[in-house]
């Protein structure tokens, strides 16, 4: 069983290092996790018994305008389609 992910950060204190220079919808390194993705890895793990090399994070999609997504933005129904890919 393997797991994939994005986890749209409210902001920029809670990802790990930029990832501007990563692509969209390409696996995330370890050291570009932050502290959220640590803590819902850390669940799925304990609670799916899912093994940390099988949850996958993906970097999320961008506004039409090329910017990462977070906070109030993330509350727009237009922001959500583009970084959903809806």
């Given at each position: 069983?393997?797991?994939v992910?994005?986890?749209?950060?409210?902001?920029?204190?809670?990802?790990?290092?930029?990832?501007?220079?990563?692509?969209?919808?390409?696996?995330?390194?370890?050291?570009?996790?932050?502290?959220?993705h640590?803590?819902?890895?850390?669940?799925?793990?304990?609670?799916?018994?899912?093994?940390?090399?099988?949850?996958?994070?993906?970097?999320?999609?961008?506004t039409?305008?090329?910017?990462?997504?977070?906070?109030?933005?993330?509350?727009?129904?237009?922001?959500?389609?583009?970084?959903?890919?809806?």
């Amino acid at each position: 069983m393997a797991v994939v992910m994005v986890l749209h950060a409210e902001g920029p204190g809670e990802v790990g290092h930029s990832t501007y220079g990563i692509a969209p919808r390409e696996s995330l390194l370890a050291e570009d996790l932050g502290p959220a993705h640590v803590l819902v890895q850390r669940v799925i793990q304990a609670h799916h018994n899912v093994p940390s090399a099988a949850i996958d994070f993906k970097e999320p999609l961008r506004t039409k305008t090329g910017a990462h997504a977070y906070g109030s933005a993330l509350l727009q129904p237009r922001t959500l389609d583009t970084v959903l890919g809806a």
